[in-house]
């Protein structure tokens, strides 16, 4: 859908990007009656463009040319889930670049130009963040609390996790809260059985991944029939995707409208009033500049892209970037490490592997169990970390030979049980990005440079997930163990967050808990740029949680008479 009049009308309300909290923050603003328009960088997204049941064989290169990809997507096609299928949804690194210095090479990958945004191919896992999270500098001394607590948002999280549906099993853990699950999908037996050996051994829970696929229908979605590739989209609707549920429905109610193909490049400030009114874009198509004014921006732009916004909307006024009067914009970079996990062998029960499927799209969860209330605190690194796994029957791709024997070796059943830990990044100064004053994308407007390293918390942590993972492999009874743990670059969890961060002091952090900026009341930034710290668990439910929270504020500061601002 693009609307080309949306240049000469004016909104109450701008939301850029319409992923994971920009779908939420149309579809909160505009189903209560307020007049928004969404301004989403990428293509419009359609069920036509879904392949998750096309055979890699009727593909052009039966998406085994990964040199072709590469050619415009080097660093989007490192992560496996960029494929021939579905190459044509993420961003062209060569049009539109980052740097980093030289010796902190950072993979900034996920960035999908769809409507949609990174819900289009993400991995659905939806856990809780609990106040050991909130409020982990208080146990532990680092960083900065933050300034809600989990009964803050509470409800919002029941209400994101009743629209988007999640499949999960309730645990009753402190540190990873329960929510309103849809009934769980089964585990397999060999998830099982680990499930009940860690426990049994060595009293860690082992649980479903709870994760944003459908086991019942739910608002005209049907529950998934387990064909597995999520990644390529899905014609039943059966995992939340923005461009199928929040970004309709926010145009269905005849309040919103979306403007495809438009890539913001700052905010408007108006100097007389220091209030911002409007937001710049360059249509990816024509590369023309327009202007559409509104009495709120609300940046859901992903973390990265949010804080290119504001550091590209500097004004003589705000000459570091807009919002920075605490100097804090664009640092604290944090980013999960996952690169330490391991794999085992666990026996095949019976189970015959098969080439048809059904493929259950999700696998295990193992909460955080160092330096919890419970858990072995490590003497090493603070904070802790969770692991994604799964475990099916497959064929014995590996094996030796060839002819009749090979034939029948490869029929032999393997089950093979994989676990991957996701750690938390330390929130630190030194982490940050700024904008490159020498490069540009091919639309003029200047790129982020991007500043990562790992501290030696990191690395203690990393070397802990793998000998943790061979532990609990062993303790299910695996055989051939295989564990590892690398440094932690690439980032290949994405799940960036921190550069905007919240805080209840506005000398030292650029948004205050309804994500609204500190320095001008009328601009709010909605995405994991807002975290202050970024919790082992994936982030993306507590991303929708706090945006749906502060879309209700903004609303009721609009019911008080403020934010009502003319243009
Ligand atoms: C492969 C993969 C697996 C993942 N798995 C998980 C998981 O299992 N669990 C989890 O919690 N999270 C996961 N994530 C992360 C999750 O997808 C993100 O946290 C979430 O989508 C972020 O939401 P967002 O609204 O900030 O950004 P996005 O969903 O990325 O949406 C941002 C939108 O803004 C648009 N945009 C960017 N710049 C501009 C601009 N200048 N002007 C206009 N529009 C712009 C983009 O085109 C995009 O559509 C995964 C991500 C990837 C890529
Ligand atoms: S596995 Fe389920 S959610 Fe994923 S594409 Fe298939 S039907 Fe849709």
Not at 295 to 307: D, G, K, N, P, Y
């Amino acid at each position: 859908m693009i609307f080309s009049a949306a240049a000469k009308r004016s909104f109450d309300v701008l939301v850029v990007g319409s992923g994971a909290s920009g779908g939420w923050a149309a579809k909160r603003l505009a189903e209560a009656g307020l007049k928004v328009a969404i301004l989403e960088a990428g293509r419009p997204q359609s069920d036509n463009n879904f392949t998750e049941h096309q055979p890699q064989f009727e593909l052009k290169y039966r998406n085994m040319a990964h040199e072709i990809i590469r050619k415009t997507r080097p660093v989007q096609s490192v992560f496996d889930v960029c494929s021939e299928y579905n190459y044509d949804w993420f961003c062209n690194d060569i049009e539109e670049p980052y740097t980093t210095p030289k010796d902190q090479p950072f993979l900034w990958m996920g960035r999908v130009r769809m409507v949609g945004g990174r819900t289009n191919v993400w991995g659905r896992v939806s856990l809780r963040f609990s106040d050991w999270d909130f409020k982990a500098a208080s146990h532990d001394g680092f960083g900065e609390d933050w300034p809600i607590t989990y009964a803050d948002i509470a409800p919002y999280y029941d209400i994101v996790e009743k629209y988007i549906g999640v499949t999960g099993m309730a645990e009753g853990l402190e540190e990873l809260p329960d929510g309103q699950f849809q009934p769980p999908m089964p585990l397999t037996c060999q998830e099982t059985l680990f499930r009940n050996r860690v426990n049994k051994k060595m009293g860690r829970t082992v649980t479903l991944a709870r994760s944003a696929n459908l086991s019942r229908p739910l608002n005209g979605r049907g529950a998934c029939h387990f064909c597995g590739p999520c990644e390529r989209g899905c014609m039943t609707h059966s995992y939340f995707n923005s461009a199928f549920t929040t970004v309709p429905d926010a145009v269905s109610s005849g309040n919103c409208i979306l403007i495809t193909n438009a890539m913001v490049h700052k905010v408007l400030v108006d100097p007389q009033n220091n209030r911002v009114n409007g937001v710049l874009y360059v249509d990816r198509n024509t590369k023309k500049a327009t202007e559409v004014r509104a009495r709120v921006v609300i940046l859901c732009a992903q973390a990265q892209e949010s804080v290119r916004i504001l550091l590209n909307s500097a004004t003589p006024r705000h000459p570091t970037g807009l919002a920075n009067s605490s100097e804090a914009l664009g640092h604290y970079l944090t980013a999960h490490v996952r690169s330490a996990g391991g794999s085992g062998e666990l026996p095949a029960a019976g189970n015959t592997p098969t080439l048809g499927g059904p493929i259950k799209p999700v696998g295990i969860y193992i909460p955080r169990f160092r330096n919890t209330k419970k858990g072995p605190a490590s003497k090493n690194f603070l904070r802790g970390y969770g692991y994604e796994g799964d475990a099916r029957v497959d064929f014995n791709w590996e094996a030796p030979g060839f002819g009749a024997a090979y034939k029948k070796a490869v029929r032999e059943p393997r089950a093979i049980m994989d676990i991957t830990g996701f750690g938390e990044v330390l929130p630190r100064w030194e982490n940050f990005v700024e904008i490159d004053p020498a490069v540009k994308d091919i639309y003029g407007i200047p790129v982020l440079k991007i500043h990562m390293a790992d501290s030696a918390n990191e690395a203690a942590m990393i070397k802990d997930i793998g000998e943790s993972a061979g532990e609990m492999l062993e303790a299910a009874g695996a055989k051939n163990i295989h564990t590892y743990a690398k440094p932690s670059a690439p980032r290949w969890a994405l799940h960036e967050a921190g550069i905007a961060r919240m805080g209840s002091n506005a000398k030292t952090s650029v948004l205050n808990q309804f994500q609204q900026t500190h320095d001008i009341d009328n601009l709010f930034v909605m995405d994991a740029s807002s975290f202050t710290s970024n919790p082992c668990q994936n982030p993306t439910l507590t991303i929708m949680a706090l945006c749906v929270r502060s879309c209700d504020h903004l609303m009721e500061e609009m019911k008080r008479g403020n934010l009502l601002y003319n243009f």
